[in-house]
Structure formats: structure tokens, C-alpha cells
């Protein structure tokens, strides 16, 4: 069972625009949302992640937004670049549990030039 | 800082085999290594949890005679493919922490491709 949704599966941002991937979850014992950037045949490199106590932060171009009444959470890429070109991943997990991670299904990007 | 080595890249099996993959922190010590699993253009589905000196913690529908996790030191971690079968070709991935960032820091290896013929 999908514990995290992921939306869209796919997504093409002209260079330059605004780079939208949302994230739902149904756990209220989630404590911790980070987001993954992957390249292909490459493991994972963590974005930037966010703790419930928090409703939104950025780091560069990079933003995540965190509603949690709603249970989602976003993360924004500013000014996207050909070079964001990846799959995101949201990701939610629980500290009692060590972290281990609940992955959405991925979002492939493409910034086009 | 915070650096995982995962070692092979990719490895290329007869099927009936066994392959060892070994996942190291290498400028911190790791308490704790998630082992994922990858199919293509899919999400990472978590295997299992190891904790330095314990048993690991497999999760639903992972078999742990088939693969079997060591974690018999605080920077290496292994994963043995028993038995290889042509289904258990997937890219498989460690993490590892805590690291220095704190609690939430776990750190990604670059992952294995296996590949089983």
C-alpha cells in the first residue's frame, strides 16, 4: 500500500518556469518529508526535507511547502534549468521507526531549453 | 562529508548464483542501513533495516534467506543475493546514518544494477 502519493507521474517546465510536484499522506505519525532528487542508474540525493513544525522552507530554488491540516506537502523548483531534468521523489518517515523512508512514486521532470 | 560507497556499480550473475553487495559509510559511523530496491521507472520499495550488531528487520514479503543483510561493523553493510534468479534483477540501493546532520540525515549509496542471466 502507497503510504505517500505522488502527483504528477510526469512533468515538462519550460527553462526558466516554476516546477510543481505535490505529495499526500495519510500517517499523521510522519515526522519528517524530504525530497529526493535522482538521476538515472544513480541512488538518490536528498533536496531538502521539512519537519511538520514547519509550513514552508527554502533553500535556493528549491521550496517546500507543508500544509498539515490538508496532510500534503510540495515541493516548488524556481527558475527550473535543463539540468533539474530528474525524477523527484517525495519521501515521509517516522524517527521511532529510524527514519526508514516511505516513498511517493516519482515525478520525472523535464526542463526544456 | 556524509559519503556512501556502494560496491559494485554492476554486477552480471548466472542464475543460482550468489552476489555480495557491500555499502560503507566512509567518513562517518553508521548505526543503522535501509536496503531499497528499485525496478525500473518505479519507486524505491524498502527491503530491509540493519542495525550494527543485530539481526535485520526485513519488511512484508522480503524473503531474508534470499537476502541475507550483515551489518557486522559501523561502516559496512552487506546484502547477499542467494540464488539469483532472473526476477531478482533490479537496481538495489543502501542508506545510511545517522549522519552528522543530525537525526534526520541518512545518505544514499550510488546503487547496484543486477543484473541476473
Known amino acids: 500500500q502507497q503510504q505517500v502519493k505522488q502527483s504528477p507521474q510526469s512533468l515538462i517546465v519550460q527553462k526558466g518556469g516554476i516546477s510543481i510536484i505535490n505529495c499526500a499522506y495519510e500517517?499523521?505519525?510522519?515526522?519528517?518529508f524530504p525530497w529526493y532528487q535522482q538521476f538515472p542508474g544513480k541512488g538518490p540525493a536528498l533536496l531538502i526535507a521539512?519537519?511538520?513544525?514547519?509550513s514552508e522552507k527554502k533553500e535556493g530554488r528549491f521550496t517546500i511547502s507543508f500544509n498539515k491540516s490538508a496532510k500534503q506537502f510540495s515541493l516548488h523548483i524556481m527558475d527550473s534549468q535543463p539540468g533539474d531534468s530528474a525524477t523527484y521523489f517525495c519521501?515521509?518517515?517516522?524517527?521511532?521507526?529510524?527514519?526508514?523512508?516511505?516513498f511517493g512514486k516519482g515525478t520525472s521532470l523535464l526542463v526544456t531549453p | 562529508g556524509a559519503v556512501v560507497s556502494q560496491h559494485p556499480s554492476r554486477v552480471i550473475c548466472k542464475s543460482g548464483t550468489s552476489v555480495k553487495i557491500e555499502c560503507r559509510s566512509l567518513?562517518?559511523?553508521?548505526?543503522?542501513m535501509f536496503w531499497y530496491r528499485q525496478f525500473p521507472k518505479q519507486s524505491l520499495m524498502l527491503m530491509a533495516t540493519?542495525?550494527?550488531?543485530?539481526?535485520?528487520?526485513?519488511e512484508q514479503g522480503v524473503e531474508k534467506d534470499k537476502f541475507l543483510i550483515n551489518h557486522a561493523s559501523l561502516t559496512l553493510s552487506t546484502l547477499t543475493v542467494t540464488s539469483a534468479h532472473p526476477e531478482d534483477s533490479s537496481f538495489y540501493i543502501c542508506?545510511?546514518?545517522?549522519?552528522?546532520?543530525?537525526?534526520?540525515?541518512?545518505?544514499f549509496g550510488s546503487g547496484t544494477r543486477l543484473t541476473v542471466v
Open positions: 542508506s545510511a546514518g545517522p549522519t552528522a546532520r543530525g537525526n534526520y540525515g541518512y545518505t
Open positions: 500517517n499523521t505519525a510522519f515526522d519528517y
Open positions: 521539512i519537519r511538520p513544525d514547519v
Open positions: 519521501a515521509a518517515s517516522i524517527r521511532d521507526s529510524g527514519y526508514a523512508l516511505n
Open positions: 567518513d562517518f559511523q553508521a548505526t543503522t
Open positions: 540493519s542495525n550494527e550488531g543485530s539481526k535485520a528487520t526485513y
